[in-house]
Each structure stands twice: as structure tokens, then as C-alpha cells.
């Protein structure tokens, strides 16, 4: 009888076994965990504001590319404000507070993309300013070049009566050579 009992107790505990197998909801779960974080993570970088953002400035696009097709990147521009002023009114209606560094965070996904070249042309004037600057070598012979352009302008001060015209191209390449530096500097 005991015998029984046991074959019984083990059928069961089979039997329950797969019951929970076929209904195991924790292998059902686990990819949609796995979504949920990936999109959480997405989400803690790219504001959700931008997925918004996008689909607006798409439809703007849509309509005014047709209008004006020649200057897309002002278009663009001008539906991203459009856009940030509406989320701007939108959040202090709703909340209570202006929030310009989200608004201004999810603008510069779209905006630095857009003027990446002038951006970049930007920094490149900028590093060579700075290369110019940090090189005083190269600025010896303009420095020699005004040197010269003086003892020749101070020559046709002394012979300003007998020819003027030389006094002023003097005094023009002396402007030049400054200038140069100048510009050198």
C-alpha cells in the first residue's frame, strides 16, 4: 500500500513539475525585462522629448521643404524652435516651471548634427589663430618687413617737397606691412 503512495507522490510531483514548465511565466518575462532595461538605459541618454521632436520636426518638414526646398537647414532650425517654444509652453502649463536645459539638451540633437560643419570650421579657425599665435619665428619677417617700410617712409619724409607721391606709397606699404602683422597675429 505504501508502495502506492510513493508511485502516487512521485506522479504528482511529475505532474506538477511540468505544470509549472508550461506555465512558467518567469521564462515569459525575461525578454521583456531585458527590453524594458535596454529602453530605460536609452532613455536615461536620449530624452524622450527627442522622439517627439523628431516626428514634428518630420511633418514641419514635410511642408515647408515643399514651400522652400533651397535652405533646408534654416527650416530645420526654425521647426526646432517651433518645437521648443510649444514644449516650453507646454511644461510651464502643465508643470508649474520653465525647464530651458532639457528643452535646450534635446534641441542639440538635432541642431549640432545640422551645423556640424560650421561647427567644426569654427574650431579649425580657431585652432590655427591659436597655432598662429603660439609661433613668434613667423612673425620675424613681417616685424624685419616693417622695419624696412619705416626707414623708407622716414627717407621720403625728408623729400616730401621735392616728391610727394613717394611720401604716400610710403606710408600706404607702411599701413600694408602693419596690417599684415596684423592679420599675421
Given at each position: 500500500?505504501?508502495?502506492?503512495?510513493?508511485?502516487?507522490?512521485?506522479?504528482?510531483?511529475?505532474?506538477?513539475?511540468?505544470?509549472?514548465?508550461?506555465?512558467?511565466?518567469?521564462?515569459?518575462?525575461?525578454?521583456?525585462?531585458?527590453?524594458?532595461?535596454?529602453?530605460?538605459?536609452?532613455?536615461?541618454?536620449?530624452?524622450?522629448?527627442?522622439?517627439?521632436?523628431?516626428?514634428?520636426?518630420s511633418l514641419f518638414l514635410i511642408l515647408?521643404?515643399?514651400?522652400?526646398?533651397?535652405?533646408?537647414?534654416?527650416?530645420?532650425?526654425?521647426?526646432?524652435?517651433?518645437?521648443?517654444?510649444?514644449?516650453?509652453?507646454?511644461?510651464?502649463?502643465?508643470?508649474?516651471?520653465?525647464?530651458?536645459g532639457r528643452v535646450l539638451y534635446t534641441?542639440?540633437?538635432?541642431?549640432?548634427?545640422?551645423?556640424?560643419?560650421?561647427?567644426?570650421?569654427?574650431?579649425?579657425?580657431?585652432?590655427?589663430?591659436?597655432?598662429?599665435?603660439?609661433?613668434?619665428?613667423?612673425?620675424?619677417?613681417?616685424?624685419?618687413?616693417?622695419?624696412?617700410?619705416?626707414?623708407?617712409?622716414?627717407?621720403?619724409?625728408?623729400e616730401y617737397i621735392k616728391d610727394p607721391?613717394?611720401?604716400?606709397?610710403?606710408?600706404?606699404?607702411?599701413?600694408?606691412?602693419?596690417?599684415?602683422?596684423?592679420?599675421?597675429?
Open positions: 500500500m505504501l508502495d502506492i503512495f510513493d508511485k502516487l507522490k512521485v506522479e504528482f510531483d511529475k505532474l506538477q513539475n511540468s505544470i509549472n514548465d508550461i506555465l512558467s511565466l518567469k521564462d515569459f518575462f525575461s525578454p521583456i525585462k531585458k527590453i524594458y532595461n535596454l529602453l530605460e538605459t536609452f532613455f536615461s541618454i536620449v530624452p524622450f522629448e527627442l522622439i517627439l521632436l523628431l516626428i514634428f520636426c515647408i521643404n515643399n514651400i522652400s526646398p533651397s535652405t533646408p537647414r534654416i527650416n530645420i532650425t526654425v521647426a526646432v524652435i517651433l518645437f521648443s517654444g510649444v514644449w516650453m509652453f507646454l511644461n510651464k502649463t502643465f508643470s508649474g516651471e520653465y525647464n530651458f534641441a542639440s540633437f538635432i541642431l549640432i548634427p545640422a551645423y556640424f560643419f560650421e561647427i567644426s570650421r569654427f574650431g579649425i579657425s580657431l585652432a590655427k589663430k591659436s597655432r598662429k599665435i603660439n609661433s613668434p619665428e613667423s612673425l620675424v619677417p613681417h616685424i624685419k618687413e616693417i622695419n624696412l617700410q619705416y626707414y623708407e617712409f622716414l627717407n621720403a619724409q625728408t607721391t613717394a611720401f604716400l606709397s610710403s606710408v600706404k606699404k607702411l599701413k600694408n606691412s602693419l596690417s599684415d602683422l596684423e592679420n599675421k597675429i
